[in-house]
């Protein structure tokens, strides 16, 4: 079965350090793939996606990712990171065919020290 | 463009009620789809309409149903209210280009 993994349950960084968010899928072909972030008691909004072509992909606030086929991982990274973008932040993927029935990780809570 | 809005935002009902929420999805978008995530679960995939015909749908009781309606807007009931379908229940909206746009949430609580 389609499967997201994200190791990492919560994360602290220092405000200005890199950050790197680490997605892991399981499906036998190319899947479209998608990183969400949600503040406390919000909605999910879209940061990126990748469904095909360039494998780094740039998004919203500053955010970039990876797509790997060969590790089958797809990590969200920001070189710099400010203390607005403490949240929760999840990654997703569905299959072709399957619009709207993301499969989503179990997300990583990211805490920004001052 | 106004987001997807759902209402109500909160909701308290007591086991054994029904309850339904409500969606309205960005304006031109056709395709609707329900999520519920709790702690101990995270985000799962309820249903998914499209043009008034599910089109989707995820590995939840029969006591959860949806429907969409002409205008697009989608609604889910929940009958038989059991503590556990306390949760944020999001709806998303798409045009069909693989984005989905999701709304604020309703937080329902079951006592």
């Known amino acids: 079965a389609q499967s997201v993994t994200q190791p990492d349950i919560h994360i602290t960084v220092s405000e200005g350090a890199s950050l790197e968010l680490r997605c892991n899928y399981s499906y036998g072909a190319t899947p479209y793939l998608f990183w969400y972030v949600q503040s406390p008691g919000q909605g999910l909004q879209l940061l990126l996606k990748?469904?095909?072509?360039?494998?780094l992909v740039q998004g919203i606030k500053g955010f970039e990712a990876e797509f790997k086929r060969s590790q089958s991982s797809f990590n969200l990274r920001k070189p710099s990171v400010h203390w607005s973008d403490a949240a929760e932040y999840f990654c997703?993927?569905?299959?072709?065919?399957?619009?709207?029935?993301?499969?989503f990780g179990q997300g990583t809570t990211l805490q920004v020290k001052p | 463009k106004a987001g997807v809005t759902q209402t109500p935002r909160y909701l308290i009902k007591t086991r054994g009620q029904q309850v339904t929420l409500s969606c309205s999805p960005i304006?031109?978008?056709?395709?609707v789809s329900w999520y519920q995530q709790t702690p101990g679960q995270g985000l799962q995939f309820l249903f998914e309409?499209?043009?008034?015909?599910?089109?989707n749908k995820g590995n939840f009781p029969g006591r959860f149903s949806g429907r969409q309606f002409s205008n697009s807007r989608s609604e889910m009931n929940v009958s038989t209210l059991e503590l556990g379908d306390s949760a944020l229940y999001l709806c998303a909206s798409t045009t069909g280009d693989e984005k989905l746009f999701f709304g604020s949430g309703t937080q329902l609580s079951v006592l």
């Open positions: 309409y499209f043009s008034e015909t599910q089109r």
């Open positions: 990748y469904f095909s072509g360039d494998t």
């Open positions: 304006s031109g978008h056709r395709s």
């Open positions: 997703a993927s569905y299959g072709s065919g399957n619009t709207g029935k993301l499969i």
